[in-house]
């Protein structure tokens, strides 16, 4: 007997892929995805008599819009979204990173976490004395000697002198170069490209449900859209939404496909 799927009991999404349309590698890839939907609308052209009634409509074009939400925030998604790529650090090829540390002050001094960044013997030009409530309190300058107001900076050794009678704790923001670090950097003159889409989604039959099928929805012609609204919250999610475009020189004109198999 052949395999004839009718009702299909939606189980989740397991894993939604982009591919490249150039080479077919796999460009970015979810696996946290709710709140899937998929929506098609269609344009008609009305055919109208001398006093406006319409008399039939002829079908001109069809629509697909794919959204979600992965419940984690992804960076490669990130990335795709910003039309740029993520960039990962190694020791040949280090991003310089912003650090923010309150350090106690012991004998004068504080050390660093990380060698500073930056113009050679400037690479820090301000501290702050950190106030009880954690605000940024007095500001203080770089010197060449530590002075009732002046610091002193040895980047070397990841040391800092504080100004003389200064005690409690010190602000400071710096940069320093990383090796293990990753960056996403958004440019306004760049895009997210399209690729073929390719969304898993387990369900069963729902006549038999010792059986778990995967219906695969492939789009071949898929733009991300860069317009989201990231919210930095433990449950907000990574919203994201994509454009099915046809292929114009497919003759098909093919939106999407859906496969189901054994």
């Known amino acids: 007997?052949?395999?004839?799927?009718?009702?299909?009991?939606?189980?989740?999404?397991?894993?939604?892929?982009?591919?490249?349309?150039?080479?077919?590698?796999?460009?970015?890839?979810?696996?946290?995805?709710?709140?899937?939907?998929?929506?098609?609308?269609?344009?008609?052209?009305?055919?109208?008599?001398?006093?406006?009634?319409?008399?039939?409509?002829?079908?001109r074009s069809k629509n697909a819009e794919f959204s979600g939400t992965n419940a984690l925030w992804d960076l490669g998604l990130s990335a795709a979204q910003f039309?740029?790529?993520?960039?990962?650090?190694?020791?040949?090829?280090?991003?310089?990173?912003?650090?923010?540390?309150?350090?106690?002050?012991?004998?004068?001094?504080?050390?660093?976490?990380?060698?500073?960044?930056?113009?050679?013997?400037?690479?820090?030009?301000?501290?702050?004395?950190?106030?009880?409530?954690s605000t940024l309190g007095t500001k203080y300058t770089l010197g060449a000697s530590a002075s009732a107001a002046e610091f002193t900076l040895d980047a070397a050794t990841k040391t800092i002198t504080v100004p003389t009678g200064v005690t409690g704790n010190i602000a400071v923001f710096y940069d320093y170069d990383a090796e293990d670090a990753i960056m996403l950097q958004n440019n306004a003159s760049e895009f997210p490209k399209a690729g073929k889409f390719m969304l898993e989604v387990i369900g069963k039959d729902t006549c038999d449900k010792t059986a778990t099928y995967v219906a695969y929805i492939v789009?071949?012609?898929?733009?991300?859209?860069?317009?989201?609204?990231?919210?930095?919250?433990?449950?907000?999610?990574?919203?994201?939404?994509?454009?099915?475009?046809?292929?114009?020189?497919?003759?098909?004109?093919?939106?999407?496909?859906?496969?189901?198999?054994?």
């Open 1 to 59: 007997m052949s395999f004839n799927l009718n009702n299909f009991l939606i189980d989740r999404v397991r894993r939604g892929t982009m591919f490249s349309d150039t080479t077919g590698e796999a460009m970015w890839s979810i696996t946290q995805i709710k709140d899937a939907s998929l929506n098609m609308s269609s344009e008609t052209a009305d055919a109208t008599d001398a006093i406006g009634n319409v008399i039939t409509q002829f079908d």
């Open 219 to 262: 789009f071949p012609n898929a733009k991300l859209k860069t317009d989201m609204d990231l919210s930095f919250t433990t449950d907000g999610g990574h919203p994201f939404s994509m454009q099915m475009m046809q292929d114009y020189c497919d003759l098909e004109k093919r939106l999407f496909n859906i496969y189901i198999a054994k």
């Open 83 to 133: 039309g740029s790529e993520k960039k990962v650090a190694n020791a040949g090829d280090v991003i310089r990173v912003p650090a923010y540390e309150q350090l106690p002050v012991s004998g004068g001094k504080v050390t660093l976490s990380h060698v500073p960044a930056g113009t050679t013997g400037a690479e820090i030009k301000y501290i702050y004395a950190l106030n009880d409530d």
